[in-house]
């Protein structure tokens, strides 16, 4: 179930590359700011996920 985390993790990471580079092509124009907020979101998604990913491996590592 870890791998599982670790892999959706890894994903919010690269749909945030993916927007922000999408935010570089199309810069002057109305809609990069709205890649930019989509970037930041899936990077708070990367490390929200991972402190509660962690969270649980510490409780059931306690057990």
Excluded: T
């Amino acid at each position: 179930m870890n791998k599982v985390g670790r892999i959706f993790e890894i994903g919010y990471l690269f749909v945030g590359v993916i927007f922000g580079y999408e935010a570089y092509q199309v810069w002057g124009e109305d809609k990069s700011y709205v890649y930019l907020i989509l970037m930041a979101l899936a990077v708070f998604m990367f490390f929200f996920r991972r402190k509660f990913r962690k969270k649980r491996e510490d409780r059931f590592n306690q057990n």
